[in-house]
């Protein structure tokens, strides 16, 4: 598993700087910040649940879950959101750019699962 969350996080941080890129040359630097932002916490995000899921996973294995240690899977959310509405708010990045850059995960993760999923057979 560690291993496809790294080739998703390559991969997505590629497709979000292409974005961004783009972004930029089209619609100028509120555009790129937005998509590279919400982009990259986006990804920042992936990982973090990724490696969440892996300690929940081992806790309720031993027999250790509680639910202020299961609970912090929350904590996650609450700086996406916060991130994500900082950004917007300060007025850095445009709105819609940064709805962009979230999208760009999920179609990165679904390729790269789907490339995980051939290698394994």
Not at 8 to 21: E, F, I
Request: proline share 3%; net charge positive; charged share 10%.
């Amino acid at each position: 598993m560690p291993d496809l969350t790294n080739r998703v996080t390559w991969a997505g941080a590629w497709t979000v700087a292409a974005l961004g890129a783009g972004a930029w040359w089209l619609a100028g630097l509120s555009a790129a910040a937005g998509v590279t932002g919400g982009g990259l916490i986006g990804i920042i995000n992936f990982r973090w649940l990724a490696r969440d899921l892996r300690r929940a996973v081992a806790l309720v294995a031993d027999g250790q879950a509680s639910l202020v240690r299961v609970g912090r899977v929350g904590l996650r959310q609450l700086f996406t959101f916060g991130a994500l509405g900082a950004l917007v708010a300060q007025g850095w990045a445009n709105p819609v750019a940064v709805g962009v850059g979230l999208a760009a995960l999920p179609p990165v993760l679904l390729c790269q699962g789907l490339l995980s999923a051939r290698e394994d057979t």
